[in-house]
C-alpha cells in the first residue's frame, strides 16, 4: 500500500519545523509588542518631562517678575541695610583638630609580645635546652629593647608634629583676632570722620553700603560718588539695567504635537511698565537705603543719577515738510521709559561755523514744542558761546563733524570723510 505524503501531517521532523516556526513567530510578535510598549512608556515620560519643563522655566519667569515688582518692598521690610555696627567684625576662635594620625599616643611594645614560650614536658623539668632557651630570650630582649627605642623616637617625633600643629593653629587665631580688631579699630576711626563729615569717610562708607544691596541678576553694581562735606550734599551715580532685565516671555507652553517649547509673549505695555516700576524703585530704594545707613547723620540731602549703559540711536522718527518746519528738519519720539518724549532735529551742512543765532533758535523751538530734547547735527562745528549755551540749557545736544564720522563707525560700521576741519583754539 503506498502512503500518502502531504504538508508532513504525519512526518515528526516537519511537524517541528511547524512548531519552531510558530513559536519564532510569537516570540516576534511579543518582542514587538514589548518594544512597542516601551516605546510608548518612554514617549510619555519625554512629553511628561517636556511639559514640567514647560511649569519649571513659567515659575522661574513669575519668580523673575515678583523680584522685580518687589524691589522696593523687599528692601523697607527686611532691615537689612549696612551700617557701621553691621560692618563691625566679630572674632571666634576655630577649635584645634590634631592632624589624622596624630590625636593618640601608639601602645608602648609589651614584653608577652617578644618573649619566647620555655621548654615544656620532661626536656623544662630536667633543665634540657635551656642554653637555646636562653639565647633566644637574649635575642627577644634585644628585638623588645629596639621597638622600645623605636616607639619613644616615634612618639617624640608624633608629639612634635601634634605641637607644631597646635602652635600653627593658635598662630592663625591669634592672626585673625589681630585682623578683626584692626579692622574694628579702623571701622572706629572710620565712624568718629564720618561723624564730622570727613569727605573720604563718608564716600567709603557710601560705597560699602551700595555694594551690599543685594539685587536679582541681570542687575549692574557699578556707582559713583560724591560729597560735600560743608552742606552734607550727597550725589550718587548709579548704573540701571537695560530693558531686558524684565522676562520677554509671560509663560511657557509644551505644544505636544510638534515637540516645541514655546514661550507666550509678555504684552509689550506689561514689559515697559515693569521696566519703569523696576527703575523708580531701584531710585527710591537706593535712596532708602542711603537714608538709613546713615545713623551718624552726615548725610542732610541725596542727588541721584541712574544711568543705561546702552547707546540708544534709534528713535521713531519723521521728515518735516519743508515750508512748515520752523527750521526743524525731523522730529523724533523717544520711547524709552527713562528719557521719552518728543526730540527736535535739526541738521546744518556747512563749511563754516555754526553760528550761534542757530543754536539759540533750535532752542527756542524746543521751549515752544515742550520737547524733551533738542539736537543739532552739523558736518562742520560749533564755537565755544554755543556749546556753553548748549550745556547751560540742558537739553541741547551739539553733534559736529567728529562726532558723526564716529556714529557712523560705530553704529553703520561706516568710514565716512570727515567735514571741515574747525580751526585751532585758543587757550582760554
Not at 518631562?49 to 513659567?58: G, K, M, P, S
Not at 563691625?88 to 593618640?104: A, C, S, V
Not at 550725589?235 to 516645541?260: F, G, N, Q, S
Not at 523696576?278 to 546713615?294: K, P
Request: glycine letters at 6%; hydrophobic letters at 35%.
Amino acid at each position: 500500500m503506498a502512503s500518502r505524503s502531504g504538508a508532513g501531517g504525519n512526518d515528526p521532523y516537519a511537524r517541528e519545523l511547524a512548531r519552531q516556526a510558530k513559536e519564532q513567530e510569537k516570540a516576534r510578535k511579543a518582542a514587538e509588542a514589548e518594544a512597542k510598549r516601551k516605546a510608548r512608556e518612554e514617549k510619555a515620560a519625554y512629553e511628561t518631562a517636556r511639559a514640567q519643563e514647560a511649569i519649571d522655566r513659567t515659575y522661574v519667569v513669575e519668580n523673575d517678575v515678583e523680584q522685580l515688582s518687589s524691589l522696593l518692598r523687599t528692601a523697607v521690610l527686611d532691615g537689612k541695610t549696612l551700617t557701621f555696627d553691621r560692618l563691625k567684625q566679630q572674632f571666634t576662635p576655630t577649635p584645634f583638630i590634631p592632624p589624622r594620625g596624630r590625636t593618640l599616643a601608639v601602645p608602648l611594645p609589651r614584653w608577652e609580645e617578644y618573649e619566647p614560650e620555655p621548654p615544656r614536658g620532661l626536656l623544662g623539668a630536667f633543665g634540657f635546652g635551656r642554653k637555646g632557651y636562653d639565647a633566644e630570650v637574649a635575642a627577644a630582649r634585644e628585638r623588645f629593647d629596639r621597638a622600645l627605642r623605636d616607639h619613644a623616637r616615634d612618639e617624640r617625633k608624633r608629639a612634635e608634629k601634634l605641637a607644631e600643629a597646635r602652635a600653627r593653629h593658635e598662630e592663625q587665631n591669634q592672626q585673625e583676632a589681630a585682623r578683626v580688631d584692626e579692622w574694628n579699630g579702623r571701622l572706629e576711626e572710620r565712624r568718629s570722620a564720618y561723624r564730622e563729615r570727613d569727605v573720604d569717610a563718608v564716600e567709603w562708607f557710601i560705597d560699602q553700603a551700595l555694594a551690599a544691596s543685594e539685587y536679582p541678576h541681570g542687575f549692574p553694581k557699578a556707582h559713583r560718588v560724591s560729597y560735600q562735606a560743608d552742606t552734607g550734599d550727597l550725589l550718587v551715580e548709579i548704573d540701571l539695567p537695560l530693558e531686558d532685565v524684565v522676562p520677554a516671555a509671560r509663560a511657557y507652553r509644551y505644544v505636544k504635537t510638534r515637540d516645541e517649547m514655546n514661550p507666550i509673549p509678555r504684552p509689550d505695555k506689561d514689559r515697559k511698565e515693569l521696566y519703569a516700576s523696576v527703575l523708580a524703585q531701584t531710585a527710591l530704594r537706593t535712596v532708602h537705603e542711603l537714608f538709613t545707613a546713615d545713623t551718624e547723620g552726615a548725610v542732610q540731602s541725596i542727588a541721584l543719577n541712574g544711568h543705561v549703559a546702552t547707546i540708544a540711536i534709534g528713535l521713531d522718527s519723521v521728515n518735516t515738510q519743508p515750508s512748515k518746519d520752523e527750521g526743524v528738519d525731523a522730529v523724533a519720539m523717544n520711547t524709552d521709559p527713562v528719557m521719552k518724549g518728543l526730540c527736535i532735529i535739526q541738521a546744518k551742512r556747512t563749511k563754516n561755523v555754526v553760528s550761534f543765532e542757530t543754536v539759540s533758535a533750535l532752542a527756542g523751538v524746543v521751549e515752544h514744542k515742550r520737547a524733551a530734547k533738542g539736537i543739532l547735527v552739523t558736518t562742520s562745528w560749533f564755537g565755544r558761546a554755543s556749546e556753553a549755551f548748549a550745556n547751560q540749557h540742558g537739553r541741547l545736544e551739539l553733534l559736529d563733524g567728529a562726532n558723526l564720522v564716529h556714529l557712523f563707525k560705530e553704529h553703520m560700521d561706516l568710514d565716512v570723510i570727515p567735514g571741515p576741519v574747525p580751526p585751532k583754539r585758543r587757550p582760554q
